[in-house]
């Protein structure tokens, strides 16, 4: 019987707030900013995204190769660190035929001069990159942290190009 009074009386305390709200306090449809959505992107540009797509995909392997070579410097084993700066260099090669099959789908001009500017960055950090992954796939076995550091100077302005380029279309930047 107890129970059933708690209950009540617990009940009673929840719908209290529910039934003191005013339909006024729900902002109407004109007050909510809508942002358009970008438009959707000619053929043109649909390719230039496909492009890339397929180059993140070698990016991702680079930065993969790179993780490999940090983690396991820290670990003082010499054979460790020297095979996973042979992995370095194999996703390095792995990678420049990600990056340049896509870097040939990935044209500027296929947008307007406003975004042609960001969009000709990216290109010009994904060629970057493409010359040094096949600089690391030469050397990555033999100097791996100096591969290793070349590496990351250019995957932040790759990064920070990318970040600029999203802008500019109206897409999200992902943390």
């Given amino acids: 019987m107890c ?20 339909p006024d306090s729900v902002p109407s ?17 649909d390719k230039y995204l496909k492009g890339f797509r397929t180059a993140a995909r070698g990016v991702a392997q680079i930065k993969d190769g790179i993780n490999r070579v940090v983690r396991t410097r820290s670990s003082h084993d010499t054979l460790r660190v020297h095979l996973a700066a042979k992995r370095l260099g194999g996703l390095c090669g792995a ?27 990216l290109v010009s950090q994904i060629d970057s990159l493409a010359t040094a992954a096949m600089t690391c796939q030469a050397s990555a076995g033999k100097s791996p942290t100096a591969v290793t550091t070349e590496l990351l100077d250019r995957l932040r302005n790759y990064e920070a190009a990318v970040v ?3 802008t500019a279309i109206g897409m999200l930047n992902r943390p």
């Fill in 3 to 22: 129970s059933l009074a708690v209950l009540g009386l617990v009940s009673s305390v929840l719908t209290v707030p529910v039934l003191a709200q005013h």
């Fill in 29 to 45: 449809e004109s007050a909510i900013a809508t942002a358009s959505p970008p438009p959707p992107p000619n053929p043109l540009q």
């Fill in 95 to 121: 990678a420049h035929g990600f990056i340049t099959s896509g870097r040939g789908q990935m044209e500027p001009n296929a947008y307007e001069p406003p975004t042609r500017r960001p969009a000709q960055d």
């Fill in 164 to 166: 600029a380029f999203r």
